[in-house]
């Protein structure tokens, strides 16, 4: 009897695993059909092409309106959910591409899964990218963006800062440049597999590539020297791991562990707990780089492991 009751469920988790295999074999495939570490101006059009058309293929969830405008010459868009949605909070997020791609069709799939999960309204912004922009562009427009906010009557705690991988990065040390100007900070931090460690020095970069079918050391390199070339890589405004976090908002982070920037997430966990910042770290074994994204199990747990993570902290 509890073979036959548990069938179905065990069907489905049977076909949920196929479905994630299928996708971690594609993503190597790809991975190993392209050129993702070139900054060779034909490569990396083709790479930010290529973020877009993967934003469209994501397909994100349905009931939402994306409204796109432009801000000084900078492109932005609305997501509303169309079902009614909170006034009290709203969510700013930084899409990631290493700094040197990514666009609102990349981060259309994240925004509008937010919007879904949380009843919030979410802006997402495109800022300038490397190598044509080099730091701190990105940095200026993010700051842009909050001012943004901040002029509508947003009042800086109903802020929820979001962004995954460089955009991860991207959120602390636009969190980290508003404290050191003495102004309010966001009132909560969502990380998706945020990018902390620019000189690579955790050991997921070498002990997890293999397993990794998105991210390669390669990769980090040629991008972060696209971004910020000849530098000091453990630079807090790099860095953000190694920055004076004390002070921060509460903080949620999500992570794969079979990503190479697994160490970029626990070390920052660690950071932020003993600069005395609530912190929540929350792993899954299977999966990789950025997987909310894609249309998984997981990535459904994650959005509503998140949307109970705010709602907790009175969002």
């Avoid at 993702?36 to 993967?54: H, I, T």
């Avoid at 602390?172 to 969502?190: D, N, S």
Wanted: with cysteine; glycine share 8%.
């Amino acid at each position: 009897m509890n073979t036959t009751l548990n069938r179905p469920q065990e069907t489905a988790e049977r076909l949920n695993q196929k479905l994630t295999d299928a996708m971690m074999a594609a993503l190597k495939t790809v991975r190993s059909t392209t050129s993702p570490d070139s900054m060779d101006a034909k490569d990396l059009a083709y790479q930010r092409k290529g973020q877009e058309v993967l934003g469209r293929l994501m397909s994100p969830p349905i009931g939402f309106s994306w409204e796109p405008f432009v801000l000084d010459g900078m492109p932005m868009a609305w997501v509303r959910p169309e079902r009614g949605h909170s006034h009290n909070n709203v969510i700013l997020y930084c899409h990631g591409g290493g700094y040197t791609s990514g666009n609102p069709g990349y981060a259309r799939v994240l925004a509008a899964k937010m919007a879904s999960a949380t009843g919030c309204e979410v802006l997402a912004f495109q800022y300038r990218l490397a190598p044509e922009f080099p730091y701190p562009a990105a940095l200026e427009d993010a700051l842009k963006a909050w001012e943004s906010l901040m002029h509508q009557g947003w009042g800086a705690k109903n802020v929820i800062l979001a962004g995954h991988s460089a955009g991860g990065n991207l959120a602390l040390e636009l969190t980290l440049a508003l404290k050191a100007e003495g102004r309010l900070l966001p009132g909560r931090l969502v990380l998706f597999s945020p990018w902390t460690d620019m000189t690579a020095s955790g050991e997921s970069y070498t002990q997890r590539e293999e397993l990794d079918p998105m991210l390669t050391n390669h990769y980090i390199q040629s991008v972060r020297r696209a971004y910020a070339p000849e530098t000091d890589y453990s630079l807090p405004q790099f860095s953000p791991l190694f920055a004076d976090l004390s002070g921060l908002p509460p903080t949620l982070i999500q992570v794969g562990e079979r990503e190479i920037l697994y160490s970029d997430s626990k070390g920052l966990q660690q950071a932020l707990i003993s600069a005395e910042v609530p912190c929540v770290l929350q792993s899954w074994p299977d999966m990789w780089h950025v997987f909310q994204m894609f249309p998984l199990k997981s990535a459904g747990e994650a959005m509503t492991a998140m949307a109970e993570f705010l709602r907790q902290l009175g969002c």
